[in-house]
């Protein structure tokens, strides 16, 4: 096994050598054309690995190669190469090459000193794109291209064998027969993808005299005006940009084939998991295409349905979308929550749920909020921030400035919002969060404050049956609810499971890092025993209460979702509700429940929605509906999990999904996705997009779940976070590593891609390894490591950062920070330049603020190209700035499906890949 990796591993580097000597200035091209390595050679008799070798004479100094007998395959070929130009080179010839034009074939020169010297370095491995006679054999794209004939070569006629041949032997071919020769089409056509074009890229306006001081040194920030997005030179910014992008965009030949199947893809039913309020049944429904999910109501899960609420009648474009939505106890009224253009911030509406009819009730200023009803169904609570001093001609979503003092409120129905009462603030505090929640009983308002994204939170409660009044007594008072300090520190994580009278349980990471349960009672708060332990290998995810006195958790082995269900009073195990290797995605039940339903989903599975009965001694899980994509054969693919080793040796999962029976040449396009950050695992999921590549340009898609996220709990988190978010970095780079190494793909045909804290990964990984990639796709990340927090809620993410106003954390940030870290990498090694890179922000989000992609993008620009003269770095650097879109949730079907296309086609495109089948 070693020996073949290590074969392998020289093969490919002799496919990326012979690839740039083709490309390179040692070649003198009589027109212009791609390579086919069409050979004829024509000297003296010698028989060299079954190939007749001729000399043509002393002065011409040339060879030619000829066939003694047919070669079978391009492999046998290539094999038999090796001896052929390591002959050449012995008598100090050259070797012809001929290249497919549009008039022809032409002819061209190459140094087979230099040609074999390269040959010679490897251990004498096989060349790719070197043909025999007339007649070339290479993996072929599967497109006929311009000919008079073509016609198919079948497997039977690719039956050599050989240990260096055989990891090709089930690649698709097609001979393809012109006037003049016969060719093979190669995977990826440089003529046709142009990937070293030469953008004229138009300058930022920069400002060289502004800097911060941080901690006795200079930082230069020269793009500080791009901060304002009302500026002028950041209006003219964007706008050159988009045009740029547009330019770049069509070249891309296979957009519109990615988007027409894209869109055929996603053209399947959609469907949330049912949930029962009051006497009816409630999910949300988008048949395919929709822009936005619909609101159905039916009396029986398995009834006819009516539509109670459509997002898509609230704008002509679909990007009003439906943000958070609750309803009251009885079910008779619906609080919900638009959000327009994808920004964080919401409106709140009411309906009247039997008659359909819109209540008056109006709440602006509304972000990041819970919503929890009263059980006397007279109002709820819901999280709010200050309305802002100046509203004149505000545009919610654009705006940068700092979101704090979140404040709680209650909503009484029927009134204005001016009258709502102010439930909590903290004044001393103005960047912590809150969030509401009321038991099941109706008794006690729980109250989770948070100061940034880390899992720990304190609890507060109060009893709402001490109000004589009710919450309407509290009308006009200057007083908060006098709320009791449960948990009154930030160091962990309490999640309201269940309550009985005063006895509290909760899901917590208390001195359990992979999540335990734990219980209290009220009247005895420093009293807490654990109902559920921590698992020693298994991370909890969730628990609820269901069926009255049962307990259904969730928890995830090696990123892989398990569902069991255990009795609440003493923890203990009951059943085990077996399922595939894939995610559980929402579960709803509630403990009055008997019957519960969950969704399920994986890599190769859209989605399941299962049913199951609890009130039965062997609860059974029934598929209550399970969708399907049109002209979609799961079987064709196949998933895997493998385990790699990263720089220090630590373990990191990662997914791998491709075609079956695909062939580890190395010559296959890969993207490789990340995130690791806050906490959060990438679990397996559906994207229609990731297998459009997989069938129509054999890419290999990989899912990394690095450091940082929660995939193991708290100390994975952990582990790529703050002093340690270096970790994440190496960790993504050593999974690159891999997949070439195994021979999915190679560097100039590795794409990586995130999103958000994803998108500072790429970000960081480009500027560490720019030799490792051949694209990289940045969705809005965070760039400006050093000012992020000054930002909307950016001040929530020093929990998992830090913050340069300190000074040790700015010792960690400023060593990684995209903005800060771009450098020439041509001055360290000769050759080597950024990937073509497309950085991906939109107008209103206001969660990562466009400023951050647009800064480095500026930075790119001036450091790498518009600053040097005759620059090395020929790949694009460009970025795709969206409009009435956020952050990406509430994103309509169709912005969905141009984003996606245009990202893969770019990917495409600069990795020379051509669409197949």
Known sequence: MALENSQRELQLLFRSRLDQTLQSGDMSSQSPGTPTGTVSRRFRDSNLGGMRVKRVSKSSRRVAVGPSTPV?????????????????????????????????????????????????????????????????????????????????????????????????????????????????????????????????????????????????????????????????????????????????????????????????????????????????????????????????????????????????????????????????????????????????????????????????????????????????????FYNRYPEPKEKVDIDAGTDTEKNLFHELYYHLLGTDQSEDVLCWRNLEHPQWLSQAEITSDGQYLLLSIEEGCDPVNRLYYFDLTTLLQGLEGFKGSNDQLPFKKLVDNFEAQYRLVANDKSVFTFLTNKNAPRYKLTRVDLNHPSNWTDVIPESKTDVLVSADCVNLRQLLLCYMRDVKHQLQLHDLQTGSLLHHLHLEIGSVTEISGRRQDSEIYFNFTSFLTPGITYQCDLSSMEPEVKVLRETAVANFDRALFETKQVFVPSKDDIKIPMFLVAQKGLVLDGYHPALLHGYGGFNISLTPSF??????????????????????????????????????????????????????KEGYTQPKKLCIEGGSNGGLLVAACINQRPDLFGCALAHVGVMDMLRFHKFTIGHAWTSDYGCADNEEEFKWLIKYSPLHNVRRPWEQTAGVQYPPTMLLTADHDDRVVPLHSLKFLATLHYELCTSVENSPQTNPLIARIDTKAGHGSGRPTQKIIDEASDAYSFFAMVTNSNWIG
């Open 72 to 380: 079978p395959s391009w492999n046998a070929f290539s094999n038999q190469l090796n001896d052929s130009i390591a002959f050449a080179a012995a008598t100090a010839a050259d070797v012809s090459v001929q290249t497919a034009a549009a008039a022809g074939v032409r002819s061209t020169t190459i140094s087979a000193r230099k040609l074999a010297a390269s040959l010679w370095e490897l251990q004498d491995l096989p060349a790719p794109g070197i043909s025999v006679g007339t007649t070339q054999y290479l993996p072929s794209s599967g497109e006929e291209k311009t000919s008079d004939t073509a016609s198919p070569i079948s497997q039977a006629d690719l039956s050599y064998s050989s240990p260096r041949s055989a990891m090709f032997s089930n690649h698709q071919f097609s001979k393809v027969t012109t006037q003049q020769s016969t060719f093979i089409t190669t995977m990826g056509c440089l003529s046709e993808a142009d990937t070293t074009m030469r953008l004229q890229y138009i300058e930022a306006k920069r400002d060289d005299s502004v800097f911060d001081c941080l901690h006795d040194r200079k930082v230069a920030d020269p793009y500080r005006t791009l901060e304002d997005p009302e500026a002028k030179e950041t209006q003219e910014f964007v706008q050159n940009n988009v045009l740029l992008t547009a330019s770049v965009l069509e070249k891309c030949v296979t957009r519109d084939k990615l988007k027409n199947q894209i869109t055929a893809y996603f053209d399947y039913p959609k469907y949330s998991c049912p949930y029962k309020r009051g006497k009816h049944f409630f999910y949300m429904h988008n048949s395919g295409l929709q822009a936005q999910s619909v609101l159905y109501i039916q009396e029986k899960v398995e009834g006819d349905a009516e539509m109670l609420l459509d997002p898509n009648t609230w704008s002509e474009d679909g990007t009003v979308a439906l943000a958070i939505m609750k309803f009251s106890e009885d079910a008779e009224y619906l609080a919900y929550g638009q959000s327009a253009s994808g920004s964080d911030w919401i409106t709140i509406k009411v309906i009247h749920v039997a008659d359909r009819v819109m209540q008056p009730d109006t709440l602006s200023w509304v972000k990041f909020t819970s919503l929890t009803w009263t059980h006397d169904n007279k109002g709820f």
């Open 687 to 740: 994207s229609v997009a990731h297998l459009v590549l997989a069938k129509h340009f054999r890419a290999v898609v990989a899912v990394a779940n690095i450091r940082g996220g929660g995939e193991y709990g708290d100390e994975w988190h952990k582990a790529g976070s703050l002093s340690n978010k270096q970790n994440c970095f190496d960790d993504f780079i050593s999974c690159g590593e891999y997949l070439i």
